[in-house]
């Protein structure tokens, strides 16, 4: 074991183990920091990020002095200092049994210079569906599953939105605060709660950096966007350490697509404590965001409006002595404020959703390996003029901002439209957790069990199990296969929303999957890494917005009696400076290729699905990253991905529907970015789809053609 020592406290990076099946186990006292790193989204180094966070690129490599630190795949700095989001107990993850994809310094820089969702457009495994580009009403899904079949979470706190997974990309935190992504991929309720169906992604931010950071970038259609970071940090001659950071951002655009103009701004601050004995970690975030939300959900409609608030506060904390002890409380608060038709009261909706939550976990390491056990309550309610169960008049709540004013019998805003959350619905999700981990020579397996209980569903306690193996046969070659069991809640608009286009079901079940993967990753030499993975996902009473034939008018929430998901995702990259050197244009070069296919056993016939049965079957990204002088660079990007599914074809002039559908099909983009980085400052032009392509990927709403954005960073 290397004990490596830093003005960040104690940290250990293990390297060699003994034969002892406890070995990892014995030696886990503190912050343990380990990770994979994939590079299959690694297409630039960036302008933003790269100078916020000390990150060399590809220009950088031709400057380094012998003291620079220049990462490369094998690089400990990049390959071991991440954490698996795949146990509840802390697990490296280049010896964890399940595989997560960690995107972090570099692959932040490259694509988040418009937003978080830009970055994860680069891995094939994840898709990502955008109305109006910029980060904004987008919808993230995992291996063929839906938007609301995944977990998001802030450094391991969940961020759901009960009412709505539509709502769940709405990261309450800027850019600048992110230190990496996790990505997960695959069931892991028995990990990481009931909406983790078909994986999950972790945000990790930063806890060890300081300073200031300024960001300014502007560009196509009247885009400005505004960022600043500032961080402290204290460490005592007894080494207890203080810190804290605060976060602002603001952006605004006339829209690349009609009806698409938004404005909104974010912050987010954290802090913490440590010592000997205890961490302890505090989060609030904030996001503010109106827009025109175009086709949002039906292109009957060309002009709907939506504006969302989102509230987040978090405090952790963990015991370092013989058994962790780690409680958390959180709460989220989303309101959400719709118009069908903007600056009208037609169809229009106010919601307000609270997740409470309050959990505690524990983890102890003994002969045998590590066992881990933890409890969670989750409160769920909403208040809303659309959502839930009739409230008595003395019960309704009045909407912040409105004033209430009775006309004719009736009460509503003075000036028009409602005043009043009348509706009300909650649930109570109690969840305990046993995970046990034994580490041996070349083998780790982890078996873990999740029980659950739901209100709405029945008192009973529901069993999740799920079991994990890695084999590691060689050094540079690990495999990877597991079985899991998982569940996904109805969201409140499932069950009850009910407007001219849309109508839900109280009677909706659960969603349950068995979740089968094999995988491998094989590093046959410095610089070149290729990995794999096949699942099979086996669901029952999976959820979807259905259309049975082309006259109906509106989308009804089903269950499919049995929906089965598969495929495979491959990956392969090398690194030129660890092939060839830092004196020669090459820095990266990565193909990631996913594929996946549908079986559905159900004899009801359909016209048109919103959501399920519109998964992307074939997703190809080429990335290149090289120097073109000094630290100029370029980053190149290619996509090439096919839809399934159709949407339906509405007439353009008097938005009335066709009767016909027509198929997304395949389409490709190619975006590039040139950037200039010096120590404290860079300057970047981001180019977007060159070719100026229109396509659809998602509704009736046509893609955007050529963006651009041109800005620059300054930290000190």
């Not at 916020?52 to 200092?81: C, F, K, M, P, Y």
């Not at 969940?158 to 996790?182: K, M």
């Amino acid at each position: 074991m290397y004990q490596k020592n830093s003005s960040k406290g104690t940290e250990f990076t293990f390297r060699h183990f003994n034969r002892k099946g406890y070995a990892l186990f014995a030696a886990l006292g503190r912050e343990v920091k380990v990770g994979v790193l994939t590079v299959a989204t690694l297409s630039t180094a960036a302008p933003c990020l790269a100078a916020a966070n000390g990150v060399s690129t590809a220009a950088d490599v031709h400057h380094a002095s012998h003291n620079d630190s220049i990462a490369t795949l094998d690089d400990d700095q990049l390959l071991r200092e991440a954490v698996s989001a795949a146990s509840r107990a802390p697990m490296a993850a280049d010896l964890a049994a399940r595989q997560v994809t960690t995107l972090g310094h570099a692959q932040l820089a490259a694509a988040g210079v418009t937003s978080i969702n830009d970055v994860l457009k680069l891995s094939a495994g994840i898709d990502v569906r955008e109305r109006g580009g910029f980060g904004l009403q987008t919808d993230i899904g995992i291996n063929g599953g839906t938007f609301d079949q995944i977990t998001i979470l802030v450094n391991g706190v969940p961020i759901n939105n009960p009412q709505t997974g539509h709502n769940a990309a709405d990261f309450p935190l800027n850019l600048s605060d992110i230190e990496r992504i996790e990505v997960l991929e695959g069931a892991a309720s028995r990990v990481l709660g009931t909406q983790a169906f078909s994986g999950a992604i972790n945000i990790v931010t930063h806890t060890a950096d300081r300073g200031i950071l300024l960001r300014a970038a502007m560009g196509s259609w009247g885009t400005v966007q505004t960022e600043a970071r500032g961080a402290w940090q204290h460490t005592t001659t007894d080494g207890r350490r203080f810190r804290s950071s605060l976060s602002g951002s603001f952006q605004r655009s006339d829209g690349a697509v009609d009806n698409g103009d938004f404005r909104g701004g974010k912050a987010f601050w954290q802090g913490g404590y440590e010592d000997a004995s205890v961490r302890v970690d505090a989060q609030a975030g904030m996001t503010l965001n109106d827009f025109g939300a175009n086709t949002f959900y039906s292109a009957a409609y060309p002009n709907q409006w939506e504006a969302l608030h989102r509230y987040t506060f978090a405090l952790k904390g963990e015991s370092k002595g013989r058994i962790h002890f780690a409680p958390q409380l959180s709460w989220t608060r989303s309101a959400d404020h719709f118009q069908l038709i903007r600056n009208t009261h037609t169809a229009e909706n106010f919601h307000r959703s609270d997740v409470f939550t309050l959990g505690l976990n524990a983890w102890t390491q003994w002969a045998l390996g590590r066992t881990a056990v933890g409890a969670e309550l989750r409160e769920e309610g909403v208040h809303s003029t659309n959502l839930g169960h009739a409230l008595t008049q003395d019960e309704w709540v009045v909407i912040p901002g409105k004033h209430p004013v009775e006309r004719g019998g009736k009460w509503e805003d003075r000036d028009g439209g409602a005043a009043y959350y009348t509706k009300q619905v909650r649930r109570t999700n109690l969840s305990y957790f046993l995970e046990h981990n034994i580490v041996l020579n070349r083998w780790t397996l982890s078996l873990g069990l999740l029980a659950q209980r739901n209100t709405p569903i029945d008192a009973d306690f529901h069993l999740y199990p799920g079991i994990d193996v890695a084999f590691r046969p060689a050094d540079r070659l690990r495999l990877f296969a597991s079985w899991n069991q998982a569940l996904r809640l109805p969201t409140f608009t499932d069950r009850f929303y009910n407007t001219p286009t849309h109508e839900g079901s109280n009677q909706l079940r659960p969603e349950e999957v068995d979740a089968f993967r094999l995988g491998f990753q094989w590093t046959p030499t410095s610089g070149l890494r290729l990995r794999a993975n096949g699942f099979f996902h086996r669901g029952k009473n999976m959820i979807d917005w259905v259309k049975t034939a082309a006259t109906d008018t509106k989308y009804k929430a089903v269950n499919w009696l049995r929906l089965d998901n598969y495929g495979a995702h491959l990956t392969a990259d090398l690194d030129g400076t660890a092939l060839f050197g830092p004196h020669q244009p090459l820095r990266l070069l990565s193909i990631d290729y996913a594929w996946s296919a549908q079986h559905r056993s159900d004899t009801r016939p359909i016209f048109k699905s919103a959501y399920a049965l519109e998964y992307l079957r074939h997703k190809l990204i080429l990335t290149l990253d090289h120097t073109i002088w000094q630290r100029l660079g370029a980053s190149w990007s290619f996509r090439l991905q096919e839809r399934n599914g159709t949407y339906e074809v509405f007439d353009r002039t008097t938005h009335k529907r066709t009767g016909t559908t027509a198929p997304y099909g395949t389409h490709g983009r190619l975006d590039v970015k040139v950037h200039w980085t010096a120590t404290r400052y860079s300057l970047f032009v981001d180019l977007h789809n060159l070719t100026g392509h229109r396509f659809y990927d998602i509704g009736n709403v046509e893609q955007p053609g050529r963006l651009f954005l041109v800005g620059g960073t300054l930290r000190f």
